[in-house]
């Protein structure tokens, strides 16, 4: 019987990147005493806009702050979430990888539903020579990886170099949205097959572009044809994608966040925060380029 065609959604979901979560109202100083007051306690968030799911930090503090105070690796926030009638907190911890420079956050427990996420950290933080690759060519290696085998979530990195098929130019100032997803998507794929083979498998949803910093963000939604499952045996079987991608030093950063199709509903939310809070970092001294050292791979 033949596979049943990707489906196409009508509707636009904004997956623009929200750098405000951690970089609002930068020159705020902090005193001494408020340095004490965040030793002992989480942050929390407030709307800084109409818009509910546009979260940032309440006192105005940076990743520079978080830095200085020790913090930046077990912050906890909590961002409001639509629910039944009433608000619930999620709470997100920062992730911020040194070796590669970018940060994001994920999401940690709705405590209201007393729903704790069971992350494990299926590949840490490395350098790219060392990466797993995610094709025969190597291009387009994983740098890190989290999993929640129990509600089937995964959270990965990528980096790799541009695919001239779908990136022509080296101005990225004229990459659409589309053409740097399918360059990703082109690079991920584990077969080398065509472009007509590759829509078979994955399907763009929606794709678009914002600046920050003077600096474009790619964000796009898509899906990937997976293999039946016990849990969900029809072949009509999907896993829902949401992902942003920014480059720097002719590299392509990428940070997938996905699901099932079937839970993408009560999961998309939260890997879409995920996937908001994405950004490349200043490069500290623990910064690796990926074109340092290509042969070493420990």
């Known amino acids: 019987m033949a596979a049943a065609a990707l489906p196409t959604l009508k509707y636009h979901r904004s997956l623009s990147p929200d750098f405000d979560i951690l970089r609002n109202n930068a020159q705020v100083p902090i005193s001494r005493k408020r340095k004490a007051e965040l030793r002992g306690k989480s942050l929390k968030t407030v709307g800084c806009s109409s818009n509910p799911s546009r979260p940032c930090l309440q006192d105005g503090i940076l990743r520079r702050d978080l830095m200085f105070l020790g913090l930046s690796s077990s912050l906890s926030l909590a961002f409001p979430v639509l629910g039944t009638g009433a608000e619930e ?4 911890d920062l992730f911020v990888d040194e070796t590669n420079a970018y940060s994001y956050l994920y999401p940690k427990a709705l405590p209201s539903d007393k729903f704790v996420f069971k992350w494990v950290e299926s590949r840490k933080p490395e350098r790219y020579s060392s990466a797993a690759p995610l094709s025969p060519d190597a291009r387009l290696r994983i740098v ?17 170099p541009p695919n001239p098929l779908f990136l022509k130019s080296n101005d990225k ?3 659409t949205a589309k053409d740097v997803a399918e360059s990703v998507l082109a690079d991920k ?10 829509m078979d498998e994955s399907s763009i949803l929606d794709a678009h572009s914002s600046t920050v910093d003077s600096e474009p963000y790619w964000s796009y939604e898509y899906l990937v044809r997976k293999s039946p499952t016990e849990m969900a045996p029809s072949s009509n079987l999907y896993r829902h994608f949401v992902a942003a991608t920014a ?3 002719g590299y392509l950063y990428s940070l997938n966040a996905s699901t099932l199709s079937m839970q993408w509903e009560k999961m998309g939310p939260f890997l ?12 500290t001294e623990n910064y690796v380029p990926p074109y340092k050292d290509p042969w070493r791979f420990w």
């Open 89 to 92: 907190e999620l709470k997100m």
């Open 144 to 160: 890190s990886e989290r999993v929640d085998f129990i509600d089937n979530l995964i959270i990965s990195v990528s980096i790799g």
């Open 173 to 175: 100032s004229t990459w």
């Open 189 to 198: 794929s584990a077969l080398r097959v065509t472009t007509s083979q590759r």
């Open 247 to 249: 480059e720097r030093e």
């Open 272 to 283: 879409e925060k995920t996937v908001a809070s994405f950004r490349l970092l200043p490069p």
